[in-house]
Nanobody, 123 residues
Framework: QVHLVESGGGLVQPGGSLRLSCEASGRIRNINTMGWYRQAPGEERELVASITNLGATNYADSVKGRFTISRDNARGTMYLQMNSLNSGDTGVYYC?????????????????WGQGTQVTVSS
């Protein structure tokens, strides 16, 4: 019902910046919360940042003050501005969206994931 495509990853030097984009298609008007997860080699996938349809944001402690998440509800797009990157930020970054639908008495939700985009921070 919702298709997500990430872009903007790449190779940057420590201290550099990247901006990731996520394009959603399908039932974008039903998307509630969107977010970014990342997975480093040999590590568990972790939540980086999330944003609700009302604009409330949440960040992992390791990225607070360096990353900024934003979204355009009408177009179904989401961004992650990443500044002051370090080697700990290296990994595959995934876009996710939580969709809700149905009447209040029978409300349902489902999660969708993008294919991921590689971010490598190295000199």
């Amino acid at each position: 019902q919702v298709h997500l495509v990430e872009s903007g990853g790449g190779l940057v030097q420590p201290g550099g910046s990247l901006r990731l984009s996520c394009e959603a298609s399908g039932r974008i008007r039903n998307i509630n919360t969107m977010g970014w997860y990342r997975q480093a080699p040999g590590e568990e996938r972790e939540l980086v940042a999330s944003i609700t349809n009302l604009g409330a944001t949440n960040y992992a402690d390791s990225v607070k003050g360096r990353f900024t998440i934003s979204r355009d509800n009408a177009r179904g797009t989401m961004y992650l501005q990443m500044n002051s990157l370090n080697s700990g930020d290296t990994g595959v970054y995934y876009c996710t969206a939580r969709v809700g639908w149905g009447p209040v008495e029978r409300y349902q939700e489902a999660d969708y994931w993008g294919q991921g985009t590689q971010v490598t921070v190295s000199s």
